[in-house]
């Protein structure tokens, strides 16, 4: 397959594409905004005229054959600027000389540093709640069952004939087994899901029905607000699994205001998911109450991490679980009085014919 033929668009990451004496020829969106130019500025430049040490690229060019599989380096940086980037070139082929004629040229792949520590960032959460998930799963095999015998058997022992002292004993029991039994249901809401069939859902009605119906005072002073977005189209999604994501935060985010929380919905037209070659919108909630420590950010969305003095931990652990049965990602930014928790998902549609994963029709009229 000819890379001039594969749009640059829908690639997730910055890239380049090099005629074969390493001159640019095209760069998409996202190379052009990481680097500061355009197209057209960057066209015909060098790839050592981009990136340094100049030294450095010869050296990977002078490795770069079609047979080596491509070659990589992390210890390069932008030219203008000295943002760190971690650098992958690749041999292609591309037909845009104006014969016509097939040429070899090569592809540059780069990560901006920042970009980089952000999906190491999301790769190592998305770990911890795959380990979290299946510790939860065994947990319902190997816990429940004797639980519920344990239950069974402490309610036959309270219908019995028995001292007072004894009756406390048991319904102490039943207590014990009750308080158990919840925290397991409670973690098993990080567990993994078993498959379920999705839905068409508009994002603002399942919003709007967590929350009062109208803008302003919500309760102990706390002022409401929505920015929404009237052109989000619906997406593919489990309403149900959302809602619970949406109402963690939303619970989160009361007991934090000081004096306003803010909804905000819009479409995303510079994020791109893992695995996901279309739309993207954002959702996010802000308070302004107490700023999250940075040093429990990173970890904000393990179980049992929480900034409050009060609650299990698992609310947000829920959410990073429901974003990844959705194919999104959530992050939070605490700074200059404002904490926002912002969550990203891929806008699909039901699958029929004419339509695409992005909702837009084969002849690219938009679906939304």
């Known amino acids: 397959m000819l890379f001039d033929q594969i749009p640059l668009s829908i690639l997730p ?56 599989g491509g070659v990589s380096d992390h210890q390069l940086c932008m030219k203008d600027g000295g943002m760190p980037v971690s650098l992958h070139l690749g041999m292609h082929e591309n037909s845009m000389h104006e014969s016509g004629m097939h040429e070899t040229g090569m592809t540059a792949i780069f990560v901006p540093e920042a970009q980089r520590s952000e999906v190491e960032r999301h790769a190592r959460r998305h770990e911890m709640a795959e380990a979290v998930a299946r510790i939860a799963l065994e947990m319902a095999h190997e816990v429940k069952n004797p639980l519920a015998a344990l239950r069974g058997a402490s309610q036959w022992l309270s219908e019995q004939d028995m001292n007072a002292d004894a009756k406390e004993a048991v319904g102490q029991m039943i207590s014990g087994v009750d308080r158990i039994r919840d925290r397991i249901d409670a973690f098993l809401q990080v567990g993994p899901r078993a498959s379920v069939q ?18 302003g005072q919500y309760s102990e002073g706390i002022y409401i607000s929505r920015v929404f977005d009237p052109s989000l189209p619906e997406i593919l999604s489990h309403p149900a699994r959302l809602r619970q994501a949406f109402e963690n935060l939303w619970q989160n985010a009361l007991e934090a205001a000081d004096s306003k929380i803010e909804w905000q919905t819009r479409m995303a037209p ?10 993207v919108v954002e959702i996010s909630i802000t308070n302004d109450g107490a700023m999250i420590p940075e040093s429990l950010q990173d970890r904000l969305f393990e179980p049992y991490v929480t900034g409050k003095q009060r609650g299990s931990g698992l609310g947000l652990a829920q959410v990073e679980r429901v974003m990844l049965e959705h194919g999104g990602r959530v992050n939070v930014k605490s700074e200059n009085g404002r904490t926002t928790m912002t969550l990203h998902l891929p806008v699909k549609q039901l699958s029929g014919a004419g339509e695409s994963e992005s909702g837009e029709s084969e002849s690219g009229e938009s679906k939304a």
């Open 270 to 279: 510079l994020v791109h998911l893992p695995g996901h070659h279309g739309k």
């Open 13 to 68: 990451l910055p890239m380049l594409l090099l005629d074969d004496q390493a001159r640019v020829l095209q760069a998409n969106l996202l190379a052009q905004e990481a680097l500061c130019k355009s197209n057209r500025q960057l066209a015909g430049h060098h790839l050592a005229d981009v990136f340094t040490p100049a030294g450095e690229i010869e050296r990977l060019l002078s490795l770069l054959s079609p047979y080596s």
């Open 198 to 215: 999705m839905e068409m859902t508009n994002l603002h009605a399942l919003i709007q029905d967590i929350i009062p119906n109208r803008e």
